[in-house]
């Protein structure tokens, strides 16, 4: 299975009054962890929107487990937990610096056409990114 590791520095801005980071940026990390995962594959959100594509969020999960606080350093690892032509679930884990898993995570995500609401088949209007997934959501045995 393909894992990609993005580091994470805590700002302060991100902490609440206890200094525990605010639970809602967990999700701004899977989306830099998401998209840093897709850039270390070999495309980007630029490409796909300026050929008139999105891939909105459709569902979001998150299990904390434990805090962090500023000004502590995480790393993301995100991979494709399932793909479909349809959906690519990504999967997470937050870990500390002393390799503590802090929180786990799933995002789930279509391809439409900007301005649809109905999902497009990746292998039919980007075969390449298909088949890079494809490839690198083979589970190991």
Do not use: C
């Not at 439409?112 to 039919?124: A, K």
């Amino acid at each position: 299975m393909y894992i990609t590791e993005k580091e994470i520095e805590i700002r302060y801005a991100e902490t609440d009054k206890m200094g525990v980071v605010y639970h809602a940026n967990y999700l701004i990390w899977f989306e830099v962890a998401r998209t840093d995962f897709i850039e270390k594959a070999g495309f980007n959100y630029d490409d796909m929107e300026q050929k008139g594509l999105i891939s909105p969020v459709m569902d979001v999960s998150v299990q904390y487990k434990k805090s962090v606080t500023y000004p502590e350093k995480v790393t993301i690892r995100t991979w494709i937990d399932t793909y479909t032509k349809l959906k690519t679930i990504y999967a997470y884990e937050v870990v500390t610096e002393l390799g503590e898993i802090s929180a786990t995570g799933k995002t789930t995500h279509i391809v439409i056409q900007q301005g649809s609401d109905r999902p497009v088949r990746l292998d039919r209007i980007y075969p390449e990114w298909h088949e890079k997934y494809l490839t690198l959501s083979k589970k190991e045995d």
